[in-house]
């Protein structure tokens, strides 16, 4: 599972955004359906760091816009993944002045129901698809398709990657991320 982390020390800058909602829908858009757009979003995608919630801007943005550095970007493709849709963004650091191009705005295209649920710890009061509650996960490799990242069906804020995937993020030298093991992740 990949989750991000702000070094010791460091505060994570929060990010806004307001969700544009697409000519054909009558509501706002949704970065974490894993389904791809019908109408791309404008570019670039617009994100804001207000003055009072300035920090570190780590490679990994999740919330409402999903968004990654363009080196963790080029890191991941280069581990053969090919179902991200990617947009350019800018992201309005309010205390600085400044409009960072440093990220990109990410779509992950695939939601996978690749648990085990048999072997996983957890509550899903709503029924076991997009937010189970999980205190400990077993993934079914059978059921992963071979992917190399994915969303979990189960929990679509939960994003699942391939070893070689992991690596070549490890090799990219990007220290802002974490990796964890299933068993111990928790939603």
Known sequence: MLDFISPIGQQQALVNYTPDTPDDDIFARSWLEGARFSSPPPVPVVATIPASQ????????GGSLPMMSKRLAEAIESAGVSNIDFYEAEIDDQKSGQKLDTHLAFNIVG?????????????????????????????????????????????????????????????????????????????
Do not use: M
């Open 54 to 61: 300035a920090g570190l801007i780590p490679d990994l943005i």
């Open 111 to 187: 939601v996978i129901a690749a648990a085990d649920l048999a072997k996983s710890a957890y509550s899903a009061p709503d029924g076991p698809l997009i937010s189970v509650e999980f205190s400990s996960l077993a993934i079914d490799p059978s059921k992963a398709q071979g992917a190399r990242l994915f969303r979990l069906a189960e929990f679509v804020a939960g994003i699942v990657v391939h070893e070689s995937v992991k690596q070549a993020i490890e090799q990219a030298n990007i220290t802002t991320l974490t990796f964890t093991d299933p068993a111990e992740w928790a939603s």
